[in-house]
């Protein structure tokens, strides 16, 4: 395995928790009734198992359900519904849906990603996605998108919902008793977005302010797939576990090099690379190999990830290797009950006990664990001398994002 360096730090691991697992069939090996999947005991009972094993990240999946047969069981709740239910009942674990940028109003999901923010005491991020389907187009009335149009609906929507979050200064609420105000109104402001004139579908306008305060970690953190926008983490897939690192380190070459994304200091160093890794494991005597053909007896498993089937010890070694060369690493569970168990006894402590992985912190933040500061609003007079200086320093460096 190769790759560059990441000078020793430790590293975090994310758990995706859609459903009963990765893998199409996932829903026979189940320690649970269907049913349960679309209730909010099975979102509370995974969540906490994922936080007690020392997950750092949970994310949520969303969109129509692909991939399984008519003989499977498939079913899914709202991500960002998912993820706010969540965000009560933990305490440390980062909470990351999967939402649309191309068919949901940007208004709307910048407005719920801060309302995240506040349940979950500054521990939610958003991972971008972008809808090439048809079907789900036609579903909300709305023309097709595709090819490159995709990325540009992502931008857009990004940074709509930056400078919303951006429209309330942090001391914006004054609660002021004996004037009756509330609001210290010269703190709120207009975003004024618009289109650029190339967009490919119809433009639009935001006019803003918001309509809730900023969030608790003034921006929340965007997760994006490699190549599809400027993000604070990106997500690298290969096509097989050889393949990952050396993945990794042509993505970090890609975003490091003193980069400049959106000013912020914090990110000077370009945003935290996570691998993604489809990972079935031997388990109460059943070896990977044999559950993952019993598996795919039923519904074969077709994925663009890699895919890591082995034992416990095996894959200690393989993530250690490679959180060597990434910050972290986003772990899809062919079965969740079943190896969410097998990670949580005997994959996390060992990796902890190698020093590989970041301690667990009781109410930190997603920004904290990402080791990025807390901006300004660039609309305080803070921001506005902190993007000055910015745009004088970025004027020799590439400048690869939009977020202050």
């Known amino acids: 395995m190769s790759g560059i360096p990441r000078l020793g730090q430790p590293g975090f691991l994310a758990l995706e928790l859609d459903g009963d697992g990765a893998h199409p069939a996932a829903w026979r090996k189940a320690r649970h009734a269907p049913?349960?999947?679309?209730?909010?005991?099975?979102?509370?009972?995974?969540?906490?198992?994922?936080?007690?094993?020392g997950f750092h990240v949970a994310t949520f999946a969303d969109g129509p359900v692909s991939g399984v047969a008519e003989s499977d069981v498939a079913g899914r709740l709202n991500a960002l519904q998912r993820a706010a239910f969540a965000g009560p009942v933990t305490s440390s674990i980062v909470l990351?849906?999967?939402?649309?940028t191309v068919y949901t109003e940007p208004f709307h999901i910048s407005t719920q990603l801060a309302s995240l923010d506040y349940v979950s005491g500054g521990r939610a991020g958003w991972l971008v996605a972008v809808s090439g389907s048809a079907e789900e187009a036609a579903a909300v009335g709305r023309s097709f998108v595709e090819g490159a149009a995709l990325a540009q609906e992502a931008a857009a929507s990004v940074e709509v919902s930056r400078r919303l979050w951006d429209s309330w200064e942090d001391d914006a609420v004054i609660r002021d008793v004996p004037t009756g105000r509330y609001l210290d109104l010269d703190k709120l402001h207009y975003v004024d977005f618009e289109t650029p004139a190339d967009f490919?579908?119809?433009?639009?306008?935001?006019?803003?302010?918001?309509?809730?305060?900023?969030?608790?970690?003034?921006?929340?953190?965007?997760?994006?797939?490699?190549?599809l926008l400027p993000s604070d983490v990106v997500l690298v897939s290969a096509p097989t576990p050889s393949l990952?690192?050396?993945?990794?380190?042509?993505?970090?070459?890609?975003?490091?090099?003193?980069?400049?994304?959106?000013?912020?200091?914090?990110?000077?160093?370009?945003?935290?690379?996570?691998?993604?890794?489809?990972?079935?494991?031997?388990?109460?005597?059943?070896?990977?190999?044999?559950?993952l053909a019993e598996l795919d007896a039923f519904t074969p498993w077709s994925s663009s990830r890699a895919r890591f089937v082995g034992t416990a010890a095996e894959l200690v070694d393989f993530l250690a290797e490679l959180l060597a060369v990434a910050d972290g690493v986003r772990l899809h569970p062919a079965v969740l009950d079943v190896e969410l168990e097998e990670l949580a006894q005997l994959v996390l402590p060992e990796l902890r006990r190698r020093g590989?992985?970041?301690?667990?912190?009781?109410?930190?933040?997603?920004?904290?664990?990402?080791?990025?500061?807390?901006?300004?609003?660039?609309?305080?007079?803070a921001g506005m001398g902190a993007a000055a200086g910015a745009a004088v320093v970025g004027s020799g460096a590439a400048v690869v994002g939009s977020e202050n």
């Open 244 to 291: 990952l690192a050396a993945e990794v380190a042509d993505v970090r070459r890609t975003v490091d090099g003193g980069a400049v994304i959106g000013g912020d200091a914090a990110l000077a160093d370009g945003p935290a690379v996570v691998a993604e890794l489809d990972v079935v494991l031997d388990s109460r005597g059943q070896s990977a190999s044999a559950r």
């Open 356 to 381: 590989a992985l970041q301690p667990v912190v009781q109410g930190g933040t997603f920004r904290e664990l990402l080791r990025l500061g807390r901006p300004v609003s660039r609309y305080g007079q």
């Open 96 to 100: 990351v849906p999967e939402v649309d």
């Open 200 to 227: 490919a579908r119809a433009g639009y306008s935001v006019k803003g302010p918001s309509i809730i305060p900023r969030p608790l970690q003034g921006q929340l953190p965007v997760v994006a797939q490699a190549g």
């Open 35 to 53: 049913d349960e999947l679309l209730n909010g005991s099975r979102i509370r009972s995974t969540v906490l198992a994922a936080e007690s094993a």
